[in-house]
């Protein structure tokens, strides 16, 4: 760096004093150095995390910016990892990074799915003692499947990080919010994939967040019902995916818009979500409740995707109308081998029901 600045000081455009670019017209450059502190952290800081650091490596100016780099993402490609690294280097290569690191964080992901090894709970502790501070926006914690789940200490959501959080994902892990919690008065986003956490825990912490705009559940297994409270005035996105012991949703959110489910477990009795636009639905054998069903419960339907396996029950003929509905894609796939061949001409069903349509997709695969 140093025999580089000597090479470019006999710059006349690096001096600014050179007569000749002035009387050219020719506007002078400032070199990078030149430029103030906080606007070199902030092109710093919208690098990608890869290549800040390696800029880092090369200028002290850009070193130090590192050193207090806001958006920090950990996953194998960023940190420079072979597919068959080992846990422990990818442990040693964040612990080194955090322990060195200097100011307060926005973003905090750490990518540990897929890489060798469990060390242990205590890096993760160290780590989100480090990156929960106020100011964090968004957390993912993204860990490999083990016997022993990680609890995440909730602990370390103090007021300062609840009211500056808008986004946490939460992956493999264990979570017991309390109603000691306190209100996360920030937080938009929620993701709990393969977390254990009850229907008492997840109330605790809905109730907590009145913000929440999205919430998406996947293979939360002690999960047996959920019930979205009027309060949560900006939820307008809810996707549900593989909860065996989810039986009933009740949602009285007034701006809840968007729903998907995947799964063979729901009862459409027990659903009450009447605001829905854009529903998406995978479950097996789903056909024949879909159409007796959805036209009452879900009136305003605009979107409707429904894809379903193994069906042995025809479309069935009703006066029930989808008044609304615009946009319809229906997947059946045959799966398994049933007694009877599946009449998939009863689908006309869905078109005799719907007034409004505009486009149909129909995949019909065996």
């Not at 293979?219 to 307008?236: D, F, N, V």
């Not at 549900?240 to 039986?247: F, P, S, W």
Request: proline share 5%; with cysteine; net charge positive.
């Amino acid at each position: 760096m140093a025999s580089t600045t000597g090479k470019r000081k006999g710059s006349a455009s690096e001096q600014g004093g050179g007569d000749g670019d002035s009387q050219s017209g020719k506007a002078t450059r400032s070199s990078i150095p030149d430029l103030p502190e906080d606007i070199l952290f902030r092109i710093h800081s919208l690098l990608p995390m890869r290549e800040a650091a390696r800029t880092a490596c090369i200028s002290p100016t850009f070193f130090h910016s590192w050193r207090c780099h806001s958006n920090l993402i950990f996953t194998k490609d960023t940190i420079g990892l072979k597919r068959s690294a080992r846990g422990e280097n990818f442990d040693d290569k964040i612990d080194r990074i955090l322990r060195n690191h200097s100011g307060r964080l926005k973003t905090f992901n750490i990518d540990y799915y897929g890489t060798r090894g469990f060390t242990g709970t205590s890096y993760f502790d160290r780590w989100l003692q480090i990156a929960l501070k106020p100011g964090i926006e968004e957390l993912t914690l993204v860990l490999s499947e083990t016997k022993r789940k990680y609890n995440f200490p909730c602990s370390l959501l103090s007021d300062g990080v609840r009211n500056s959080l808008r986004y946490l994902r939460l992956q493999f892990c264990a979570f017991h919010p309390t109603v000691e919690l306190g209100p996360l008065r920030s937080l938009k986003s929620l993701y709990l994939w393969r977390v254990s956490i009850t229907w008492n825990e997840l109330e605790c912490l809905i109730l907590n967040s009145l913000t929440l705009e999205l919430l998406d559940l996947i293979s939360c297994p002690q999960i047996e019902c959920l019930k979205l409270p009027c309060a949560l005035q900006r939820l307008s996105a809810l996707s549900v995916l593989a909860c065996e012991r989810l039986k009933v949703i009740e949602s009285k959110a007034p701006n809840l818009s968007s729903l998907y489910l995947c799964g063979n477990w729901l009862d459409f009795s027990l659903v009450e979500t009447l605001p829905i636009k854009e529903l998406e639905l995978q479950q097996t054998n789903l056909i024949r409740d879909a159409r007796a069903k959805l036209p009452s419960l879900m009136p305003n339907i605009e979107t409707l995707a429904i894809q379903s396996s193994r069906e042995v029950v025809d479309a069935p003929m009703l006066p029930t109308k989808f008044l609304h509905l615009k946009h319809l894609t229906i997947t059946v796939r045959s799966g398994a081998i049933v007694s009877r061949a599946y009449d998939y001409f009863s689908l006309v069903s869905f078109l005799d029901a719907s007034p409004s349509l505009e486009t149909l997709m129909l995949d019909v695969r065996r």
